[in-house]
């Protein structure tokens, strides 16, 4: 079943995100669907300007991700990486040369005054996508983690040291915390059918797109309903740290947690039909619950998913 004329714009972080951001480009006009991406992991290595999620994103989108690592680009060469090595570089953070490709093409056009909002039109178009992909704004917004061993930024502590510190506060900085007009234009849209917010981690992935304080008011203002899909299933997290973070911070791993992470933002959540006894807990906030199977691995369970969304955005309109 397609959807031609359902307007819905989607929060997404990386992986985990971006697999109901497929579902939902299979099943919409794509240019019904915008995506707000994170750009709190957005950082300068080797002297390129990297958008991990983004990317992640838009490969995911296109078809061409790496499916076994969720990251970077299939079918991926190392050659300029191995150079780089032998030269004494220091290669913590991989690079294919596909990928460099990007990169190299993203500074270049930063070093020309270009906004990343644009930046990011010309790659989706690039890559024959006509969904929105719009990051969350075009001025750097860093997401700081305070840990054991002080302030660790993103990328230092999910890539480099592999999640191992224990968190005990998550800081968003920027000197320019501002959302992009096409963002703006996006979420005031008269035409908007609903909001996903897709089980990204909501810590590290949603909540830098929330720290932009014209984005939350927007969204906590919109009068079409708005969706989560929880990334909990059962006590853990369908992917990444969520559950460990979760857990060094004090927050009881549950889909109830994240209804009431969200609470004021959305009208319903999407949980595991494993976790339905949570249901009652979550409705006596004033959230809508729908039960589904939300680990999904193949192209068909994220279309399912992203069905059951809009499904769900329909009932609550109703």
């Known amino acids: 079943m397609k959807y031609p004329d359902t307007k819905i714009v989607a929060l997404c972080g990386g992986i ?39 990317d992640t994103v838009i490969y995911t989108l296109a078809g061409v991700n790496n499916p076994d690592t969720g990251w970077g680009r299939e079918d ?27 990169h190299l093409f993203r500074s270049k056009e930063k070093r020309k005054g270009e906004l990343l909002t644009t930046i990011t039109r010309k790659i989706t178009n690039k890559f024959g996508l006509k969904t929105n992909v719009l990051p969350m704004s075009n001025h750097a917004v860093q997401t700081i983690l305070e840990t054991e061993n002080g302030e660790i930024s993103f990328q230092d502590y999910f890539v480099r040291q592999k999640c191992r510190p224990k968190v005990s506060n998550i800081l968003f900085k920027s000197k320019k915390p501002v959302a992009t007009d096409a963002v703006k234009k996006t979420l005031s849209d008269k035409k908007l059918d609903g909001i996903i917010f897709c089980p990204s981690n909501p810590y590290l992935s949603i909540d830098p797109i929330l720290s932009i304080n014209k984005i939350k008011k927007l969204i906590e203002n919109q009068k079409k309903p708005r969706v989560v899909v929880s990334p909990i299933v059962g006590n853990d997290s369908v992917k990444g740290p969520t559950s460990k973070i979760m857990n060094e911070m004090g927050i009881e791993v549950s889909s109830v947690s994240i209804a009431e992470h969200y609470k004021g933002l959305i009208d319903g959540i999407i949980i595991d039909k494993s976790d339905g006894e949570q249901a009652d ?12 199977k939300i680990i999904v691995k193949t192209k068909e369970e994220k279309t399912r998913l992203a069905k059951e969304s809009i499904e769900f955005i329909q009932e609550i309109a109703s």
């Not at 579902?23 to 240019?31: A, M």
Request: hydrophobic share 40%; proline share 1%.
């Open 16 to 54: 985990g995100g971006a697999k109901l951001a497929l579902g939902l480009n299979n099943i919409l006009d794509q240019k019904n669907l915008s995506i707000i991406t994170n750009t709190g992991d957005d950082f300068l290595y080797l002297g390129f300007y990297i958008c991990p999620d983004i």
């Open 76 to 102: 991926e060469t190392w050659k300029t990486l191995d150079v780089l090595k032998e030269l004494g570089a220091d290669t913590w953070f991989q690079l294919g040369d596909k990928d460099l490709a990007l």
């Open 281 to 292: 807990k979550i409705k006596e906030m004033g959230i809508e619950v729908k039960l589904s």
